[in-house]
């Protein structure tokens, strides 16, 4: 029998602790991969690392920090061939997600969704606003299904853009939209 490849992604967005734990409970998250490259909330402290890891302790997931996979990157790359995105910080990602840093981070995520339903989450609510986006196209073309939760519960399964093509297993953003 195939190997199933489900994959759940999740913003922690404003949510209480309880409703976060509702929505992981609910998609049966039994690890949780926090891809925040500081992975901190002043705003949510519950959201904090150390309280968030304490938190999915007692709910009996498994909580791990990837940093290798966190957004917030800056650096772009001269002569980037992803030149669809408009915006920096996502271009700047793409270029990252091209570096052996990312392809590790991306193996180690991989490892834990085959051994247990795992979920990647980062602050933003909407995963089109969030580097998540890109972590997924990467698994899309590796053969899992992405499915992010939303804020209100519901789920969104994953595609990759239209602006985005596949050229020998690598994801090249650059084709015009209009």
């Known amino acids: 029998m195939p190997e199933e490849r489900v994959i759940h992604t999740v913003g922690h967005s404003t949510h209480p602790l309880g409703r976060f734990l ?8 039994a690890a949780l991969a926090d891809v925040r490259s500081f ?3 002043r705003r949510w402290p519950h959201f904090n690392r150390d309280e968030l ?4 302790e007692g709910a009996g997931i498994e909580y791990r920090w ?7 990157r800056h650096q772009l790359t001269p002569g980037s061939p992803h030149t669809a ?7 700047a990602y793409a270029d990252y ?8 981070g991306l193996a180690e995520l991989i490892e834990l969704a085959r051994a247990k339903p795992t979920a990647y989450m980062c602050s933003e609510g909407l995963w089109w606003r969030c580097h998540r986006r890109i972590i997924s196209d990467h ?5 899992w299904t992405v499915v992010h939760i939303l804020p209100d519960g519901k789920l969104s399964p994953h595609q990759l853009p239209r602006f985005a093509r596949v050229d020998n297993g690598r994801i090249i953003y650059d084709r015009a939209t209009f």
């Open 22 to 29: 509702e929505l992981l409970g609910a998609n049966r998250i």
């Open 39 to 41: 992975p901190s909330s």
């Open 53 to 56: 890891a304490r938190a999915m």
């Open 66 to 72: 990837m940093k290798s996979l966190g957004g917030r």
């Open 85 to 91: 995105w408009t915006t920096p910080a996502f271009q």
């Open 97 to 104: 997600a091209e570096t052996a840093g990312f392809e590790a």
């Open 139 to 143: 698994l899309v073309v590796r053969g």
